[in-house]
């Protein structure tokens, strides 16, 4: 059985930091591509970043860049979305995503549950 179970949201204040993680279980890890997607209410989920299953690619969406690092521990079937600088804007639901393959992730095969991130001005 597949399980993505995310953790490490909260409440921090603009300029803070906080460090998601997503534990993997039920299929091969370090095959598949692993990503972070964010949702607002009345917006389409958004890609954040997306890493390759030997982290050698690595994808940003521009408004993150210079502030968010994904990574990822294959030995402990974990991905990380370490967002530091955070503004009021990258206030969401954080989830996590897998899909097989190599590069950048398409539609993802399996979704964790989300986390919730938000960041007070």
């Known amino acids: 059985q597949v399980q993505l179970v995310e953790s490490g949201g909260g409440l921090v204040q603009a300029g803070g930091s906080l460090r998601l993680s997503c534990a993997a279980s039920?299929?091969?890890?370090?095959?598949?591509?692993m990503a972070w997607f964010r949702q607002v209410p009345g917006k389409e989920r958004e890609l954040v970043a997306s890493?390759?299953?030997?982290?050698?690619?690595?994808y940003y969406v521009d408004s993150v860049k210079g502030r968010f690092t994904i990574s990822r521990e294959n030995a402990k079937n974990v991905v990380y979305l370490q967002m530091n600088s955070l503004k009021p804007e990258d206030t969401a639901v954080y989830y996590c995503?897998?899909?097989?393959?190599?590069?950048?992730?398409?539609?993802?095969?399996?979704w964790g549950q989300g986390t919730q991130a938000t960041v007070s001005s």
């Open positions: 995503a897998a899909r097989t393959g190599r590069g950048i992730i398409g539609i993802p095969d399996y």
């Open positions: 039920g299929f091969t890890f370090s095959s598949y591509v």
């Open positions: 890493i390759s299953g030997n982290g050698g690619f690595i």
